[in-house]
């Protein structure tokens, strides 16, 4: 596919004023108080991916500096927070997909994947716990689903090679680890591939589109089909009809990626203590660019890893971008400037103000699609919903106890000796999951059912309608004889 392979990176990055590199995780590290921050409470959790909802990090941080730090800095130990290099050592063995390459016994399960309530905790025991092959089989069952082997022609052995090598790069934590990333990739092929009430078919020849300009082939271009809902009833559509196999696969291997190597702890705090991906990413999205960063490289570092290998050069770049413009789009950081773009696309005409024919507005839609997916689940059973704050608390209580040990005041609701969980949640649900879902469905591109109204309803709505008709008839008689009364005077 023309990309570049095993290339070697030099992981010292120098310091621009100083000339100094990046200290080793055994080594003792300073970090500046430019950034020094007493975190404020904001609409900005972190509850997904990259989110400082708790934390402000252009706020200063406190505390007592120890007596051997120089003027001005604050010296911590970084090993608790260092995060991975981005390629692999070339002496390291590559992660090859254990055999069977799928794994038997899972049907009972995996035939549920087109339930929102999808019981994925469930799965996570059959596929051996935490450590476990829950991502590459899921993602494995979604890509056969859709037909994308076989669009693309990926090869199957690369493919669990790579995804395996993927579930193993993300960390045995609380929350944004593979199960996080699993239940992701399930919640956007279900909003892509379920029906959606109203939604239109796009009308093209032989059902593919044509995108001669950018040298796509009309392969990358066609349309999927899920087939555990093949036929879509008279007055139902859905994304995967309007929304070309190769964005949706770039959407999908986006959602399996998106946490890889996340160190359960949020972008404020990787900047608050200059954590070496800070300062390569000038601490902006720094989580949101490692995890696209690392994940691409693990995918560039192996030859076993390239299942995009039937690709052409044009669509392999294309899908890389997309791919790369997915996962930045979950830095909650910028989320309000997504819903604005939004809300300003969308307005009051709904999914008639998207122009499915314009490439940049349905990237729009898959980045508002993998948001929604990212904080899915205070949209789940109260079961599920449960199981996912247990995760998240417990993974913001581990951050507040570090941030105890650093001499680093301990963020809003991350200090576990005076919980709030309730309030954590009615904040998040309030700021940032329920304007994004009304958003979402405004638009009209929510799964879900055309319901009838009962029969009382109904009729009450008919004789509130008459009512109506009648108030407006009576109020334009009034006006005539108004106008009339005073033309004759």
């Given amino acids: 596919c023309g990309r570049p392979f095993n290339n070697r990176l030099n992981h010292r990055v120098e310091s621009v004023d100083k000339g100094d590199g990046i200290p080793h995780p055994d080594e003792r590290a300073v970090a500046s108080s430019d950034y020094d921050s007493t975190y404020d409470s904001t609409y900005e959790t972190n509850h997904s991916d990259s989110s400082d909802f708790a934390q402000n990090e252009e706020e200063g941080e406190g505390g007592k500096k120890p007596p051997e730090a120089r003027e001005g800095c604050r010296e911590y130990l970084a090993e608790g927070i260092i995060l991975h290099p981005l390629l692999p050592s070339p002496e390291d063995k590559p992660i090859l997909a ?28 059959k596929t051996h716990s935490k450590t476990g092959c829950i991502l590459s089989q899921v993602s494995y069952r979604l890509f056969e689903d859709t037909g994308l082997f076989e669009t693309f022609r990926i090869p199957v052995q690369e493919f669990m090679n790579y995804f395996h090598a993927l579930e193993n790069g993300y960390r045995v934590i609380p929350y944004h680890n593979r199960i996080h990333a699993t239940d992701v990739l399930h919640a956007v092929w279900y909003l892509t591939t379920q029906p959606v009430p109203g939604l239109p078919t796009l009308l093209t020849e ?16 066609g349309f999927l089909v899920s087939k555990m809902n093949s036929v879509l009833e008279e007055g139902y559509g859905s994304l995967a009809g309007l929304i070309p196999g190769l964005e949706l696969m770039a959407l999908y291997v986006a959602a399996a990626m998106h946490d890889y190597d996340h160190p359960g702890r949020t972008n404020a705090f990787l900047v608050a203590t200059s954590a070496p991906q800070a300062l390569l990413y000038n601490d902006r999205s720094v989580l949101e660019n490692h995890h696209a960063a690392s994940a691409w490289n693990l995918f560039m570092s192996r030859p076993e890893y390239n299942f995009l ?8 770049k294309r899908f ?35 122009d499915w024919t314009n490439e940049n507005d349905r990237l729009l839609v898959c980045q508002m699609c993998i948001k929604l997916a990212d904080v899915n689940g205070p949209l789940k059973c109260k079961e ?73 309803e109904t009729e009450l709505e008919e004789v509130k309608d008459e ?7 009576v109020d334009i008689a009034d006006d005539d004889a108004s106008t009339s009364s005073d033309t004759s005077r």
């Fill in 98 to 125: 254990p055999e069977p390459l799928v794994m038997s016994g899972l049907e009972p399960l995996m035939s549920q994947l087109s339930n929102w309530n999808f019981p994925i905790f469930s799965l996570v025991e």
């Fill in 309 to 316: 290998v039937n690709l052409e050069h044009v669509e392999f």
């Fill in 206 to 221: 032989n059902g593919i589109h044509i995108d001669s300009e950018n040298g796509i082939t009309s392969g990358a271009t």
């Fill in 467 to 473: 009512q109506d008709t009648e108030e407006e008839e």
């Fill in 320 to 354: 890389r971008f997309l791919v790369i413009e997915a996962i930045l789009a979950t830095d909650l950081k910028k989320h309000f400037d997504f819903l604005a773009e939004f809300n300003a696309k969308v307005g009051d005409e709904g999914v008639s103000g998207i």
């Fill in 384 to 456: 599920l919903h449960l199981q996912w704050t247990e995760g998240i608390v417990n993974e913001f209580y581990e951050q507040g106890d570090e941030e105890a040990s650093l001499g680093l005041p301990i963020s809003p609701f991350m200090d576990r000796s005076a919980p709030q969980l309730a309030k954590l949640q009615e904040s998040f649900i309030t700021h940032i999951v329920g304007p994004l879902c009304s958003s979402y469905d405004s638009a009209a591109l929510m799964p879900g059912r055309w319901v009838d109204p009962p029969e009382g």
